[in-house]
């Protein structure tokens, strides 16, 4: 596609329930991240993929959190047992991986709140 | 552990006026990457401008520009004949060269372009 798509925009979800975050990268981008932004603050990364190596993880705030991708595809993020702690913006961005720092595309994000 | 500190949480501006925004880091790396990025209600965060750390000529895009102090690591953000759709929040990065890439955030300075 012509940018790199999220989906849902926003999702309302109860406390101890399991949501999954979707990312759409920009066709033909291998490198592929996950960021989360609570209000008020900057983007914090979450998990990076780039074609089928093993993804770099360091991020993800504890066990509750996973992230999927097949190939250079779709990727879901996916939080179990939600906690209000949760609730933040979660955004995507894909990239060239041979561009590095010059290619990243973000998506607008989904808007997690937990009640 | 590499930090980026934004001191100016809000910041205000006259339209066709210049305002600059301060942005400091740490790293013990001598090669690296710096980022401005605009992020609009939409949420989508939209690269500004960038500069690459061994480059000693500042970067400048149209009326963006920056003062990079490598030795102070220092890197401000000037925004020249400052335009209503210049309101968003900002957000400095830094990027050190290794194999994921990935972007470290500061807090943000929410700017705001007064008619």
């Known amino acids: 596609g012509a940018g790199v798509s999220q989906s849902p925009s926003n999702k309302v979800t109860e406390k101890g329930k399991d949501v999954e975050l979707r990312c759409d990268p920009i066709s033909g981008h291998t490198a592929l991240y996950w960021y989360r932004q609570r209000l008020g603050q900057g983007l914090e990364f979450l998990i990076y993929f780039q074609g089928n190596s093993a993804p770099d993880k360091s991020g993800l705030p504890s066990d509750r959190f996973s992230a999927e991708r097949t190939g250079e595809s779709v990727s879901t993020l996916t939080i179990q047992r939600t906690q209000q702690e949760d609730s933040a913006v979660y955004l995507c961005?894909?990239?060239?991986?041979?561009?590095?720092?010059?290619?990243?595309?973000f998506g607008s994000g989904t808007r997690l709140t937990v009640v | 552990a590499q930090t980026v500190t934004q001191s100016q949480p809000e910041m205000s501006v006259q339209e066709a006026e210049t305002v600059t925004l301060s942005c400091t880091y740490d790293?013990?790396?001598?090669?690296?990457?710096l980022f401005w990025y605009k992020q609009p209600p939409s949420r989508q965060m939209i690269l500004v401008i960038r500069?690459?750390?061994?480059?000693?000529q500042n970067a400048t895009e149209n009326r963006f520009s920056v003062n990079f102090q490598k030795a102070a690591k220092s890197f401000s953000l000037k925004i020249s004949d400052s335009q209503l759709g210049d309101t968003a929040m900002y957000f400095c990065?830094?990027?050190?060269?290794?194999?994921?890439?990935?972007?470290?955030f500061g807090s943000g300075t929410r700017l705001l372009v007064r008619p």
């Open positions: 961005a894909s990239s060239l991986s041979h561009r590095g720092p010059y290619g990243y595309t």
């Open positions: 500069q690459e750390a061994y480059k000693q």
């Open positions: 790293t013990s790396e001598n090669n690296y990457y």
């Open positions: 990065a830094f990027m050190a060269p290794d194999s994921s890439y990935k972007l470290i």
